[in-house]
């Protein structure tokens, strides 16, 4: 609608600490996930991947989970295979990079079940073990535990966890500042589709050096 809705990010994204991005709702932060996944196409700007070339050589290296999982009518393990085979695996390694991805969101008991009568908290997981059966060096998380209850939100927090100490980097947008205490190493806060500060997490929390995300912290409405 002519609006602009990012503007002038510019941003470096290195392996290593878990990146959490910040901000009200309307900021950006969706937007730009989608973007550096590739499900959308900036109008202006560009993404740069370091040491890798363009195209569906770059898919192969990332994945992305979003707030709602997206899920097939087939049973759990189903959904881990069909990515899989999307991505060329072989028949016969499959099958065990299957269930080792289920064993480390704990789904294999539920490995015949039906993908879609889990509960919220176990489709979540289910989305998280389809995405890290390919071994992503990049995993985006669009607010991964929005829609989950406590015990669901520890659970794929533990998940996540396992990811990052594994080697995968860890990008995840997040309203819970609790949780952003709790799992960031480096926060990019938004405000108005911009990139108004980026600093370690401790840093952030105890001294935020702008005024939108002081407010942010104290949790205040941003406009």
């Not at 289920?102 to 889990?118: S, T």
């Amino acid at each position: 609608g002519g609006n602009r809705l990012l503007d002038e990010i510019s941003v470096r994204l290195d392996n290593g600490p878990r990146t959490v991005i910040l901000g009200p709702n309307g900021a950006g932060k969706s937007l730009t996930l989608r973007i550096c996944h590739g499900l959308l196409a900036p109008t202006k700007g560009s993404v740069h991947w370091y040491h890798r070339g363009s195209g569906d050589s770059i898919s192969r290296h990332q994945a992305m989970v979003f707030q709602r999982p997206v899920l097939l009518r087939r049973s759990v393990a189903a959904n881990v295979e069909y990515a899989l085979r999307l991505h060329g695996l072989a028949r016969a390694p499959r099958k065990s990079t299957v269930e080792s991805a289920l064993d480390v969101v704990g789904l294999r008991p539920l490995r015949d079940r039906p993908a879609r009568v889990l509960s919220t908290g176990e489709q979540q997981r289910l989305a998280l073990a389809r995405a890290w059966a390919l071994r992503p060096e990049v995993l985006f998380l669009d607010e991964p535990t929005a829609n989950l209850d406590p015990s669901a939100t520890r659970a794929v927090e533990e998940i996540i966890d396992v990811f990052h100490r594994a080697g995968t980097k860890i990008v995840m947008t997040t309203h819970d500042l609790g949780q952003a205490r709790r799992m960031a190493d480096e926060v990019l806060f938004f405000h108005r589709g911009r990139l108004v500060e980026s600093s370690p997490a401790d840093s952030f929390f105890a001294r935020p050096c702008t005024p939108e995300a002081a407010a942010f912290i104290e949790g205040e409405l941003l406009w």
